[in-house]
């Protein structure tokens, strides 16, 4: 049985309490990079082994949310269009601004077409799995909720030999963008019932329950002899951080906080935070150039510092480039691309 679709779900208004963890979500992954390309890695301490599973966990729920919204939602050559631009605009500005510090950078033609040359794998991914929602959403809807059940026991059962093998290379990055967006619309759909009317704190419980199974699950992988025959995978389909995304996103489906606008807008901000660190000259001159200090890298004011510092930077940039995306798309250009998309919506009517 489908649930009601809420007021806020049906309009453009989104949850502050799901724009929340959209912030949260970034965070992870700012950390997650920080133990990654620091020299966290090469001392292995214990806040690298706490950092690592952050990315992982940072990205199932960020495809997560976009499943819970996209299921409902037509896609547009508008959105792709300003998407596009976006991931554009911050891979040639971020190069450029480097090459007035350090002349001898080479701009190639990738820099140029980033989503093309996958200068980020995230979102050359998610790029697909947009152009691919209308036809997930037909199969999700088309699909019956038993059948569906059973296709989520089967991703389970992969998610667990996933944990201990290395069968997850075999499951791509579009792969993953899939089953997760699955989740999210499912959630959207029908919700998982043993989380939906649960409270924070039996939600919060069962974190703590994954977070105790992974400590675990990586102590016994460990272990001289079992280290020879499993290796401990930390990456996205991992059981227990697959779990961990679904309840950390019911953890905040549950909060009510409603329609915030500034914690809406610096949520808006985050996939700017991720094309400025992330950008492949960046990662290396904001981790390995001004962040070497094994010292600064472990202590807390100071990371709590690195991650406001980026946050900052990157709303600033982001009222730049707001500005300039107003300049052109411009009402004589809504109307073409409004023309343009009538044409584009026909590649993309599931019957």
């Known amino acids: 049985m489908k649930k009601e679709i809420s007021l806020n779900?049906?309009?453009?208004?989104?949850?502050?309490?799901?724009?929340?963890?959209?912030?949260?979500?970034?965070?992870?992954?700012?950390?997650?990079?920080?133990?990654?390309?620091?020299?966290l890695i090469d001392d292995n301490n214990f806040l690298y082994n706490i950092f690592l599973p952050l990315g992982p966990l940072?990205?199932?729920?960020?495809?997560?949310?976009?499943?819970?919204?996209?299921?409902?939602?037509?896609?547009?050559?508008?959105?792709?269009?300003?998407?596009?631009?976006?991931?554009?605009?911050?891979?040639?500005?971020?190069?450029?601004?480097?090459?007035?510090?350090i002349p001898n950078i080479e701009i190639s033609i990738g820099d140029f077409l980033p989503i093309i040359f996958t200068r980020y794998g995230f979102i050359s991914n998610y790029f697909i799995m947009y152009l691919l929602s209308p036809f997930m959403n037909k199969a999700i809807k088309s699909v019956e909720k038993k059948n569906l059940d059973n296709f989520f026991k089967v991703i389970i059962f992969i998610s667990c030999l996933c944990s201990f093998t290395y069968i997850s290379n075999l499951i791509s990055g579009i792969s993953k963008f899939i089953i997760f967006y699955f989740i999210g619309a499912y959630i959207q759909l029908y919700g998982i019932k043993f989380l939906e009317n649960e409270?924070?704190?039996?939600?919060?419980?069962?974190?703590?329950?994954?977070?105790?199974?992974?400590?675990?699950?990586?102590?016994?992988?460990?272990?001289?002899?079992?280290?020879?025959?499993?290796?401990?995978?930390?990456?996205?389909?991992?059981?227990?951080?697959?779990a961990f995304s679904i309840l950390i996103f019911y953890l905040f489906k549950n909060i009510k906080l409603g329609n915030n606008y500034i914690l809406n807008w610096i949520a808006k901000c985050s996939l700017a935070v991720f094309l400025i660190h992330e950008n492949y000259m960046v990662r290396y001159f904001l981790w390995r150039t001004l962040y070497f200090d094994i010292g600064k890298v472990q202590n807390l004011k100071y990371i709590i510092l690195?991650?406001?510092?980026?946050?900052?930077?990157?709303?600033?940039?982001?009222?730049?480039?707001?500005?300039?995306?107003?300049?052109?798309?411009?009402?004589?250009?809504?109307?073409?691309?409004?023309?343009?998309?009538?044409?584009?919506?026909?590649?993309?009517?599931?019957?």
Request: hydrophobic share 50%; proline share 0%; aromatic share 14%.
């Open 9 to 39: 779900e049906q309009t453009n208004v989104r949850n502050s309490n799901i724009e929340l963890l959209r912030i949260v979500s970034m965070i992870f992954i700012i950390l997650h990079h920080l133990g990654l390309y620091t020299n």
């Open 306 to 351: 690195v991650v406001l510092a980026i946050w900052i930077i990157a709303c600033l940039c982001e009222i730049v480039r707001k500005l300039i995306e107003k300049i052109i798309f411009n009402k004589k250009t809504d109307k073409l691309i409004n023309k343009l998309d009538l044409k584009f919506e026909k590649y993309f009517i599931v019957e």
């Open 199 to 242: 409270n924070k704190t039996k939600i919060f419980m069962y974190m703590i329950i994954s977070a105790l199974i992974y400590s675990c699950m990586y102590i016994w992988s460990s272990t001289n002899l079992l280290s020879k025959v499993v290796t401990f995978d930390t990456r996205e389909m991992q059981i227990t951080i697959l």
């Open 58 to 101: 940072g990205n199932n729920i960020f495809v997560i949310i976009s499943g819970y919204y996209l299921i409902n939602k037509k896609i547009t050559l508008k959105k792709l269009l300003k998407l596009w631009f976006e991931v554009f605009f911050y891979s040639v500005s971020c190069i450029c601004v480097l090459k007035i510090f």
